[in-house]
């Protein structure tokens, strides 16, 4: 066997086992999701269920009456809240740092270098820092426990602008000189000519912005103060509150939690990919 191919089967074989290890407790997860009551808790933990139950989830997702009285786990609406949170939040904040990281790679305008320079310093402050501030002033303007409150303080994301900024950097310059020429103005510019050329990196970008509010869980626990405006996170920390002995059902809410961002990685898989080996540093 020659040394190149040796080395290239060392290679992926390692690669193989990297990737079964960070996907085994993935796995795990997803088993246990499926164990009946208590069968984790045994002493080694099995990763096969004795018997295959869907048991926990029917209790998270499935109303039931007990005793005259409607019970559920809200899972179903956290869930709902969180995908109209993230979606929302993600559209918004595509539509301010998309032109605004333009607007720093290709346009000149009075203070853009000042303004860049306290963008990247900005980054270095903790995100908790402005989290009191922040809220004082939501509350001042009345908009604690609302939506709004938790989408607004990331629509104009510090890593979103300097992210597109990074690509838009490579766009040539003589195709926009063009374009003026032709007499095109520079919304015509940025619709026709950027978009296109940055659309990896958008679709990218969704998904970043997606992943951090879908997964976000300390500011909506600040914020939010009704049980029927919890996101998914935020529910089920109260879930596990009152079942952190049950690690079946926990693993079952993880399980919920993960497949929709999943699902919407699977999907736009080869953009993102296309959007990383596109993004990176120019100029």
């Given amino acids: 066997m020659r ?126 820092v402005a989290m009191l501030p922040l809220f004082l002033i939501l509350k001042e303007v009345g908009l604690v426990n609302s939506y709004a409150g938790v989408i607004l303080p990331s629509l104009a994301g510090v890593f979103a602008i300097l992210f597109v900024r990074q690509a838009a950097l490579g766009i040539p310059d003589e195709m926009i000189d063009a374009a003026r020429l032709d007499g095109a103005s520079e919304a015509r510019i940025f619709a026709s000519i950027v978009l296109p050329l940055l659309s990896p990196i958008v679709v990218t970008l969704a998904m970043f912005l997606f992943l951090a509010s879908w997964n976000d869980f300390l500011w909506p626990l600040i914020v939010l103060s009704d049980q029927h405006k919890y996101t998914l996170p935020v529910a089920i920390a109260a879930i596990g509150r009152e079942h952190a002995a049950e690690g079946e059902l926990m693993m079952a809410a993880a399980v919920v939690t993960t497949l929709p961002v999943l699902a919407i990685f699977l999907a736009l898989q080869r953009h993102y990919m296309t959007g990383l080996l596109g993004g990176s540093v120019k100029g």
Avoid: C
């Avoid at 005259?68 to 904040?93: H, M, Q």
């Avoid at 000149?108 to 990247?120: D, E, I, P, T």
């Fill in 3 to 128: 040394p190149r191919m040796l080395r290239g089967l060392v290679a992926n074989a390692l690669v193989a086992v990297l990737a079964a290890l960070t996907l085994l407790p993935l796995g795990w997860m997803v088993t246990v999701s499926f164990m009946p009551r208590g069968e984790a808790s045994r002493s080694p933990p099995p990763f096969w269920p004795s018997r295959w139950s869907w048991e926990n989830y029917h209790e998270l997702l499935v109303r039931r009456l007990i005793d005259g009285a409607w019970f559920d786990y809200r899972v179903l609406p956290a869930l709902w809240n969180s995908l109209a949170i993230a979606a929302l939040a993600t559209l918004l904040a595509l539509l301010l740092t998309v032109p605004a990281g333009y607007a720093f790679a290709k346009l000149r305008f009075a203070g853009r270098a000042r303004l860049l320079r306290l963008l990247v310093i900005s980054l270095i402050v903790p995100g908790q």
